[in-house]
């Protein structure tokens, strides 16, 4: 497990984010037991209590569940699963049109760049190729 943590958000919600990015992207499966609270601390070089407050809100938004003693595990609710997809998308989609915008580019044609872009890259092409 590795997180780049950068200077201006809290570790705390730099390690949500980390968790939501690996769920939205299948890396952790629904019902997949995850690290505890101090295995995660080590691993990320952080303190335990910075770790307790990132389940804890994790936890708060149904991310993840804790039975008892065992381990805490990846939420199997479709619905949570589904809006952190949607949630990542819909920052990314913000922070883009955030930058795009002061250039005044007509939307049409950011649609055209963006699908170009989308397919070459997908397709195993750079756009510059």
Same mark, same amino acid.
């Given at each position: 497990?590795?997180?780049?943590? +950068?200077?201006?958000?809290?570790?705390?919600?730099?390690?949500?984010?980390?968790? /939501?990015?690996?769920?939205?992207?299948? *890396?952790?499966?629904? &019902?997949?037991?995850?690290?505890?609270?101090?295995?995660?601390?080590? =691993?990320?070089? *952080?303190?335990?209590?910075?770790?307790?407050?990132?389940? /804890?809100?994790?936890?708060?938004? &149904?991310?993840?569940?804790?039975?008892?003693?065992?381990?805490? /595990?990846?939420?199997?609710?479709?619905? *949570?699963? &589904?809006?952190?997809?949607?949630?990542?998308?819909?920052?990314?989609?913000?922070?883009?049109?955030?930058?795009?915008?002061?250039? +005044?580019?007509?939307?049409?044609?950011?649609?055209?760049?963006? =699908?170009? /872009?989308?397919?070459?890259?997908?397709? &195993?092409?750079?756009?510059?190729?």
């Amino acid at each position: 497990m590795n997180v780049n943590f +950068n200077k201006r958000d809290p570790v705390y919600v730099q390690v949500i984010r980390h968790f /939501k990015e690996q769920i939205a992207t299948g *890396i952790f499966e629904p &019902g997949q037991e995850i690290p505890s609270r101090r295995e995660l601390a080590n =691993k990320l070089k *952080i303190n335990p209590n910075t770790a307790q407050r990132a389940y /804890k809100e994790m936890e708060e938004e &149904g991310l993840i569940y804790t039975e008892r003693n065992l381990p805490s /595990k990846i939420t199997k609710d479709e619905k *949570i699963l &589904g809006s952190v997809r949607e949630e990542l998308i819909l920052e990314a989609v913000d922070a883009f049109i955030h930058s795009i915008r002061s250039i +005044n580019v007509p939307v049409d044609e950011v649609l055209d760049l963006v =699908k170009e /872009k989308y397919t070459n890259e997908r397709n &195993g092409r750079r756009s510059d190729d």
